[in-house]
Protein backbone atom coordinates (compact mmCIF):
# COMPACT_ATOMS: atom_id res chain seq x y z
CA UNK A 1 0.00 0.00 0.00
CA UNK A 2 1.55 3.51 -1.33
CA UNK A 3 0.56 6.48 0.52
CA UNK A 4 1.55 9.67 -1.08
CA UNK A 5 2.75 12.79 1.15
CA UNK A 6 2.74 14.89 -1.88
CA UNK A 7 4.27 15.03 -5.16
CA UNK A 8 4.50 17.12 -8.91
CA UNK A 9 3.87 16.35 -11.84
CA UNK A 10 5.84 17.93 -15.05
CA UNK A 11 5.06 21.45 -16.11
CA UNK A 12 3.36 22.35 -12.76
CA UNK A 13 4.02 25.33 -10.99
CA UNK A 14 7.11 25.06 -8.59
CA UNK A 15 4.95 25.77 -5.82
CA UNK A 16 2.80 22.83 -5.62
CA UNK A 17 -0.13 22.30 -3.42
CA UNK A 18 1.06 19.37 -0.73
CA UNK A 19 -1.00 16.31 -0.74
CA UNK A 20 -2.49 14.83 1.97
CA UNK A 21 -1.79 11.91 3.44
CA UNK A 22 -3.47 8.98 1.99
CA UNK A 23 -5.09 11.04 -1.43
CA UNK A 24 -3.43 8.77 -3.54
CA UNK A 25 -4.00 4.88 -2.37
CA UNK A 26 -3.34 1.79 -4.12
CA UNK A 27 -4.12 -2.31 -3.70
CA UNK A 28 -1.31 -3.97 -1.30
CA UNK A 29 -1.11 -6.33 -4.23
CA UNK A 30 -1.36 -2.95 -7.00
CA UNK A 31 2.52 -1.15 -8.18
CA UNK A 32 2.23 2.75 -8.67
CA UNK A 33 4.36 4.94 -10.00
CA UNK A 34 5.91 7.60 -8.20
CA UNK A 35 6.18 10.68 -10.08
CA UNK A 36 9.56 12.53 -10.54
CA UNK A 37 11.17 9.16 -8.22
CA UNK A 38 9.89 11.15 -5.02
CA UNK A 39 12.13 9.93 -2.34
CA UNK A 40 10.55 7.54 0.11
CA UNK A 41 10.66 7.89 4.20
CA UNK A 42 12.68 5.41 5.95
CA UNK A 43 13.62 5.42 9.80
CA UNK A 44 15.87 3.99 11.53
CA UNK A 45 16.30 3.31 15.51
CA UNK A 46 18.04 2.99 18.22
CA UNK A 47 18.44 3.78 21.95
CA UNK A 48 20.25 6.43 24.44
CA UNK A 49 23.35 4.50 25.95
CA UNK A 50 22.29 0.74 25.64
CA UNK A 51 22.22 -1.31 29.05
CA UNK A 52 22.38 -5.17 28.45
CA UNK A 53 20.29 -7.33 30.70
CA UNK A 54 16.47 -7.01 31.94
CA UNK A 55 13.22 -8.59 31.76
CA UNK A 56 10.80 -7.73 29.33
CA UNK A 57 9.36 -4.69 31.35
CA UNK A 58 12.00 -2.30 30.43
CA UNK A 59 13.76 -1.68 26.74
CA UNK A 60 17.27 -2.05 27.17
CA UNK A 61 18.86 -2.57 23.90
CA UNK A 62 18.26 -2.95 20.27
CA UNK A 63 16.77 -6.11 20.29
CA UNK A 64 14.12 -4.98 22.95
CA UNK A 65 13.20 -2.11 20.85
CA UNK A 66 12.59 -3.79 17.63
CA UNK A 67 10.40 -5.93 19.81
CA UNK A 68 7.85 -3.03 19.86
CA UNK A 69 5.70 -1.70 17.45
CA UNK A 70 6.36 2.15 17.30
CA UNK A 71 4.38 5.02 17.15
CA UNK A 72 5.74 7.91 14.65
CA UNK A 73 4.16 11.19 13.64
CA UNK A 74 5.89 14.02 11.58
CA UNK A 75 5.40 17.61 11.91
CA UNK A 76 6.76 20.58 9.31
CA UNK A 77 9.47 22.05 10.88
CA UNK A 78 9.05 24.32 13.96
CA UNK A 79 5.14 23.74 13.70
CA UNK A 80 2.55 21.47 14.54
CA UNK A 81 1.15 20.98 11.46
CA UNK A 82 0.85 17.45 11.52
CA UNK A 83 2.35 15.15 8.21
CA UNK A 84 1.82 12.14 9.42
CA UNK A 85 0.36 11.25 12.28
CA UNK A 86 0.13 7.96 14.41
CA UNK A 87 1.51 6.16 12.27
CA UNK A 88 2.83 2.39 13.01
CA UNK A 89 6.34 1.41 12.56
CA UNK A 90 6.93 -1.90 12.86
CA UNK A 91 10.66 -4.29 12.44
CA UNK A 92 10.49 -6.87 10.10
CA UNK A 93 12.94 -9.53 9.01
CA UNK A 94 16.08 -7.18 9.12
CA UNK A 95 14.49 -2.88 8.77
CA UNK A 96 12.18 -1.29 10.30
CA UNK A 97 8.64 -0.74 7.81
CA UNK A 98 5.30 1.64 8.02
CA UNK A 99 2.54 -0.89 8.66
CA UNK A 100 -1.35 -0.48 8.27
CA UNK A 101 -2.46 -2.33 11.02
CA UNK A 102 -3.65 -5.24 8.99
CA UNK A 103 0.48 -6.38 8.34
CA UNK A 104 0.26 -4.28 4.96
CA UNK A 105 3.41 -2.18 4.26
CA UNK A 106 2.75 1.25 3.84
CA UNK A 107 5.13 3.39 1.94
CA UNK A 108 5.08 7.46 3.24
CA UNK A 109 7.41 9.65 0.66
CA UNK A 110 8.98 12.86 1.49
CA UNK A 111 6.99 16.41 0.65
CA UNK A 112 8.49 18.46 -2.21
CA UNK A 113 9.99 21.53 -0.67
CA UNK A 114 8.38 24.58 -1.71
CA UNK A 115 5.24 23.17 -1.69
CA UNK A 116 2.41 24.47 -0.04
CA UNK A 117 0.45 22.55 2.41
CA UNK A 118 -2.25 24.02 5.52
CA UNK A 119 -0.78 27.74 4.32
CA UNK A 120 2.64 26.51 4.92
CA UNK A 121 5.64 26.42 2.88
CA UNK A 122 7.23 22.95 2.86
CA UNK A 123 10.96 23.51 4.29
CA UNK A 124 11.63 20.30 6.75
CA UNK A 125 10.24 18.09 8.91
CA UNK A 126 10.14 17.17 12.69
CA UNK A 127 9.82 13.51 13.54
CA UNK A 128 8.41 12.10 17.19
CA UNK A 129 8.32 8.63 17.99
CA UNK A 130 7.02 6.65 20.58
CA UNK A 131 7.51 3.52 22.16
CA UNK A 132 4.95 1.18 22.48
CA UNK A 133 2.48 2.54 19.89
CA UNK A 134 -0.01 2.20 22.25
CA UNK A 135 0.22 4.45 25.10
CA UNK A 136 0.66 2.61 28.09
CA UNK A 137 -2.69 3.29 30.61
CA UNK A 138 0.06 5.31 33.51
CA UNK A 139 0.83 7.86 30.38
CA UNK A 140 -2.09 10.78 29.65
CA UNK A 141 -1.78 14.29 28.54
CA UNK A 142 1.07 13.24 25.88
CA UNK A 143 1.79 16.52 23.87
CA UNK A 144 3.82 18.04 21.44
CA UNK A 145 4.58 21.56 20.96
CA UNK A 146 6.61 23.25 18.17
CA UNK A 147 10.28 22.96 17.77
CA UNK A 148 10.40 19.25 19.55
CA UNK A 149 9.06 20.12 23.22
CA UNK A 150 7.31 17.02 24.23
CA UNK A 151 5.66 16.43 27.90
CA UNK A 152 3.15 13.64 29.64
CA UNK A 153 1.39 13.18 32.56
CA UNK A 154 2.41 10.35 34.61
CA UNK A 155 0.70 7.81 37.40
CA UNK A 156 2.45 5.58 39.12
CA UNK A 157 0.07 4.66 41.73
CA UNK A 158 -1.05 1.30 40.48
CA UNK A 159 2.52 -0.44 39.81
CA UNK A 160 4.37 0.75 43.04
CA UNK A 161 4.41 -3.58 44.08
CA UNK A 162 6.56 -6.13 42.04
CA UNK A 163 3.51 -8.04 40.70
CA UNK A 164 2.21 -4.62 38.97
CA UNK A 165 5.45 -3.75 37.70
CA UNK A 166 5.67 -7.11 35.89
CA UNK A 167 2.82 -6.47 33.64
CA UNK A 168 3.89 -2.96 33.54
CA UNK A 169 5.07 -1.75 29.70
CA UNK A 170 8.15 1.01 29.71
CA UNK A 171 7.49 3.99 27.98
CA UNK A 172 10.11 5.62 25.55
CA UNK A 173 10.31 8.64 23.29
CA UNK A 174 12.41 9.81 20.34
CA UNK A 175 12.74 13.28 18.63
CA UNK A 176 14.78 14.50 15.62
CA UNK A 177 14.00 17.42 13.98
CA UNK A 178 14.49 19.49 10.39
CA UNK A 179 14.79 16.58 8.31
CA UNK A 180 14.29 16.59 4.13
CA UNK A 181 15.09 14.09 1.59
CA UNK A 182 18.66 14.47 1.64
CA UNK A 183 19.30 13.92 5.16
CA UNK A 184 20.90 10.90 5.50
CA UNK A 185 20.13 9.78 2.26
CA UNK A 186 16.22 10.25 2.96
CA UNK A 187 16.70 8.38 6.68
CA UNK A 188 15.14 9.56 9.74
CA UNK A 189 17.51 8.11 12.69
CA UNK A 190 15.30 8.04 15.93
CA UNK A 191 17.30 7.47 19.08
CA UNK A 192 14.83 6.78 21.89
CA UNK A 193 15.62 7.85 25.17
CA UNK A 194 14.03 6.85 29.23
CA UNK A 195 11.41 9.67 30.59
CA UNK A 196 11.95 7.08 34.07
CA UNK A 197 14.58 5.87 36.29
CA UNK A 198 14.58 2.23 37.47
CA UNK A 199 16.19 0.68 40.64
CA UNK A 200 17.73 -2.64 41.47
CA UNK A 201 19.00 -5.17 44.51
CA UNK A 202 21.62 -7.56 44.43
CA UNK A 203 22.59 -9.89 47.64
CA UNK A 204 26.05 -9.73 48.36
CA UNK A 205 28.20 -12.91 48.78
CA UNK A 206 29.54 -11.04 52.27
CA UNK A 207 26.19 -11.66 52.94
CA UNK A 208 26.73 -15.78 53.49
CA UNK A 209 24.59 -18.26 52.82
CA UNK A 210 22.54 -18.19 56.16
CA UNK A 211 20.56 -15.89 55.22
CA UNK A 212 17.33 -14.68 52.62
CA UNK A 213 15.84 -11.34 51.55
CA UNK A 214 12.20 -11.58 50.99
CA UNK A 215 11.42 -8.36 50.35
CA UNK A 216 12.54 -4.97 49.91
CA UNK A 217 10.62 -1.50 50.39
CA UNK A 218 11.42 2.27 50.48
CA UNK A 219 8.56 4.67 51.96
CA UNK A 220 8.05 8.77 50.76
CA UNK A 221 8.10 7.61 46.83
CA UNK A 222 6.40 10.11 44.39
CA UNK A 223 3.74 8.01 41.98
CA UNK A 224 2.58 10.85 40.16
CA UNK A 225 4.01 13.81 37.80
CA UNK A 226 4.50 15.76 34.61
CA UNK A 227 7.73 15.07 32.25
CA UNK A 228 9.10 17.46 29.50
CA UNK A 229 11.57 16.73 26.89
CA UNK A 230 12.95 19.81 25.19
CA UNK A 231 14.77 17.73 22.45
CA UNK A 232 17.85 17.18 25.05
CA UNK A 233 17.14 17.43 28.43
CA UNK A 234 14.52 15.62 30.44
CA UNK A 235 12.49 17.40 33.52
CA UNK A 236 9.98 16.23 35.99
CA UNK A 237 7.46 18.58 38.13
CA UNK A 238 4.32 19.04 39.53
CA UNK A 239 5.13 15.63 41.43
CA UNK A 240 2.01 14.28 43.47
CA UNK A 241 1.37 11.12 46.18
CA UNK A 242 3.26 9.23 48.69
CA UNK A 243 3.69 5.74 48.41
CA UNK A 244 5.94 2.99 49.60
CA UNK A 245 8.06 1.22 46.91
CA UNK A 246 7.27 -2.72 47.81
CA UNK A 247 9.53 -5.39 45.91
CA UNK A 248 8.90 -8.74 46.78
CA UNK A 249 11.49 -10.95 45.57
CA UNK A 250 13.25 -13.65 47.25
CA UNK A 251 17.35 -12.74 46.89
CA UNK A 252 19.98 -15.69 48.51
CA UNK A 253 23.42 -16.66 47.81
CA UNK A 254 23.12 -19.72 45.54
CA UNK A 255 19.84 -18.85 44.16
CA UNK A 256 18.82 -15.58 42.51
CA UNK A 257 20.81 -12.75 44.02
CA UNK A 258 19.49 -9.87 41.95
CA UNK A 259 16.05 -8.38 41.91
CA UNK A 260 14.49 -7.32 38.28
CA UNK A 261 13.88 -3.96 37.46
CA UNK A 262 11.77 -1.60 39.30
CA UNK A 263 10.38 1.51 37.59
CA UNK A 264 10.44 4.81 39.25
CA UNK A 265 10.00 8.38 39.54
CA UNK A 266 12.54 10.34 39.29
CA UNK A 267 13.53 12.86 41.82
CA UNK A 268 15.67 14.00 44.37
CA UNK A 269 14.27 12.19 47.80
CA UNK A 270 16.84 13.23 49.80
CA UNK A 271 17.89 10.44 52.63
CA UNK A 272 15.11 7.65 53.08
CA UNK A 273 14.31 4.69 55.11
CA UNK A 274 15.78 1.51 53.17
CA UNK A 275 14.11 -1.51 54.81
CA UNK A 276 14.56 -5.15 53.72
CA UNK A 277 12.67 -8.26 55.60
CA UNK A 278 15.09 -11.01 55.73
CA UNK A 279 15.42 -14.67 57.21
CA UNK A 280 18.40 -16.39 58.84
CA UNK A 281 18.67 -20.26 59.28
CA UNK A 282 21.84 -20.74 60.58
CA UNK A 283 20.05 -21.50 63.90
CA UNK A 284 16.71 -21.62 63.85
CA UNK A 285 14.40 -19.47 61.30
CA UNK A 286 14.31 -15.57 62.29
CA UNK A 287 12.51 -13.00 60.18
CA UNK A 288 13.09 -9.60 60.81
CA UNK A 289 13.28 -6.14 59.33
CA UNK A 290 16.80 -4.45 59.04
CA UNK A 291 16.71 -0.99 57.68
CA UNK A 292 19.47 1.73 57.06
CA UNK A 293 19.33 5.25 55.67
CA UNK A 294 19.92 6.11 51.80
CA UNK A 295 20.56 9.21 49.75
CA UNK A 296 17.78 8.33 46.85
CA UNK A 297 18.60 10.92 43.91
CA UNK A 298 17.32 9.39 41.08
CA UNK A 299 17.48 11.04 37.07
CA UNK A 300 15.94 10.09 34.29
CA UNK A 301 17.57 7.63 31.88
CA UNK A 302 19.73 6.42 34.77
CA UNK A 303 19.55 2.53 36.62
CA UNK A 304 20.56 2.12 39.88
CA UNK A 305 22.13 -0.91 41.55
CA UNK A 306 22.00 -1.32 45.31
CA UNK A 307 24.65 -3.96 46.74
CA UNK A 308 22.58 -5.16 49.99
CA UNK A 309 25.26 -6.83 52.71
CA UNK A 310 23.35 -8.63 55.53
CA UNK A 311 25.09 -9.59 58.41
CA UNK A 312 23.58 -11.06 61.74
CA UNK A 313 20.27 -8.61 62.00
CA UNK A 314 22.00 -5.57 60.38
CA UNK A 315 21.86 -3.93 56.71
CA UNK A 316 25.24 -2.40 54.88
CA UNK A 317 23.67 -0.70 51.75
CA UNK A 318 26.73 -0.02 49.20
CA UNK A 319 26.34 2.98 46.75
CA UNK A 320 29.72 2.84 45.38
CA UNK A 321 29.48 2.42 41.43
CA UNK A 322 25.99 1.61 41.56
CA UNK A 323 24.79 4.36 38.92
CA UNK A 324 24.74 3.31 35.20
CA UNK A 325 23.43 5.60 31.77
CA UNK A 326 20.29 3.29 30.94
Given at each position: MYFIIGYRRKNLLSTALLLTAGLFVSSCHDEISNPDTQAEIRVETDLWHIMPGSRAATVDNAADLQGCDLRIDAYMNGTTTS???NAKLVYDTDAWRFDDGSGNTVHYYWPIEGSVYAGNTVSSLDFVGYCPNAT???????????????????????????????????????YTG???????????????????ARVKFVITAESGTNVKI??????????????SYDGSTTTWDSYGGNTAMSLTQELEIGGTTETDPFLVIP??????TL?????????????????????????????YTYNLTLTKYALKVDTEKFTEQW
Open positions: IIEPAYVSSLTYAAGGSLSFVCDLSSYMTSAAQSGLTEFLWANQTKDTNSGTVNLTFRHPFNSIGIAGLKTSGTCNDYGTKTVNATWDDWSDVTTDVSASVNFNWAAGYS
